[in-house]
């Protein structure tokens, strides 16, 4: 497993800004939650509920959740989903 960063202003930077992108995931019947930074600055969450299993959730974590995130926390400089349960799975279904 990845290690992470223990940065307090860079856990509360994440925190807030995911505050920010949570409702909008909750009003679809999903949500995120953090795991944490790793040294390379890489965001690392999971998508869940309906997050979790919906084929465009790599276009939500690139196009919204990494946007935001890194718009407003300097020095991540990525997102990774670690709850992907293997969406090519479910899109080639």
Not at 23 to 45: F, T
Not at 58 to 71: F, H, N, Q, S, Y
Request: with cysteine; net charge negative.
């Amino acid at each position: 497993m990845t290690e992470m960063l223990h940065d307090a202003n860079l856990e509360a930077g994440v925190l807030a800004a995911l505050d920010v992108i949570r409702p909008a995931l909750q009003s679809d019947g999903g949500d995120i939650e953090y795991i944490g930074v790793d040294a390379n600055g890489i965001l690392h969450v999971a998508l869940l509920g309906a997050c979790g299993t919906c084929a465009i959730s790599t276009m939500t974590l690139k196009a919204g959740v990494e946007r935001i995130v890194m718009d407003r926390v300097p020095g991540i400089t990525g997102v990774v989903n670690d709850g992907e349960s293997s969406n090519e799975e479910v899109s080639e279904v």
